[in-house]
């Protein structure tokens, strides 16, 4: 049973342009959300959490927007750089449960 | 330095076989979770550690499947009888306590294969 689904195994988008990866939930329980990025051959890395209290967290190019009542959650990098060709994961967890879990992540290509 | 070091780096091995792969946190981190990535999956949750508590079980797939952290320390994770559906990237992470969960600190991963 999938908790966190990312539905989108892989995205396309031109240099500049607005990236926007999604995700989805089933836990209603889940009250803190986090994207970790992940190049090959290294461990995820951080990049933006957003708690159920809000429904839009900025970092630079970096806005996660939450929608609770679809159980939604967007990434969307704005514009979209070379560096960021990587694959994205969304995740989730519960504050009275300490485990995070994971979608299975999609792929970002950005092309020249 | 200063990041999650995982050993071995890479771990080839014989259908049967017990293998150990290793996780040093980021020192004073009192979190630390075992991970499993295999071929086109996500980050399948195995064990969580935080502090002198009871380990968070709950995600180990089988028996053979097992853990141990000295205090704040090093992690072992081991699996005994290995089969070819246990190979895949074996990730540890590790966060300063349990409010700072968002952010873990991943290492590179142990790529385990079974053959």
């Known amino acids: 049973d999938q908790q966190v689904k990312q539905n989108s195994p892989s995205l396309s988008v031109q240099e500049g342009r607005i990236s926007i990866l999604n995700c989805d939930y089933t836990n209603s329980m889940f009250d803190y959300f986090l994207w970790y990025k992940k190049y090959p051959a290294e461990g995820p890395t951080f990049l933006i959490s957003?708690?159920?209290?809000?429904d839009k967290n900025e970092d630079g190019r970096f806005t996660v927007f939450l929608n609770k009542s679809a159980k939604h959650l967007s990434l969307h990098i704005v514009p979209s750089q070379p560096g960021d060709s990587a694959v994205y994961f969304c995740a989730a967890s519960d504050s009275g449960d300490d485990k995070i879990i994971f979608g299975k992540g999609t792929r970002l290509h950005i092309l020249p | 330095g200063a990041g999650v070091s995982q050993s071995p780096s890479n771990k080839v091995t014989e259908k049967g076989k017990d293998v150990e792969l290793r996780c040093d946190p980021i020192s004073g981190h009192t979190a630390l979770y075992w991970y499993r990535q295999r071929l086109g999956q996500g980050l399948e949750f195995l064990i969580y550690?935080?502090?002198?508590?009871?380990?968070?079980k709950s995600g180990l797939p089988s028996d053979r499947f097992s853990a141990e952290r000295t205090g704040e320390s090093v992690s072992t994770l081991t699996i005994q009888r290995t089969q070819q559906e246990d190979s895949a990237v074996y990730l540890c992470?590790?966060?300063?306590?349990?409010?700072?969960?968002?952010?873990?600190?991943f290492g590179s991963g142990t790529q385990l294969s079974v053959l």
């Open positions: 957003i708690s159920s209290i809000k």
């Open positions: 550690f935080q502090g002198n508590s009871a380990p968070d």
């Open positions: 992470a590790s966060s300063l306590d349990r409010a700072t969960l968002e952010k873990l600190f």
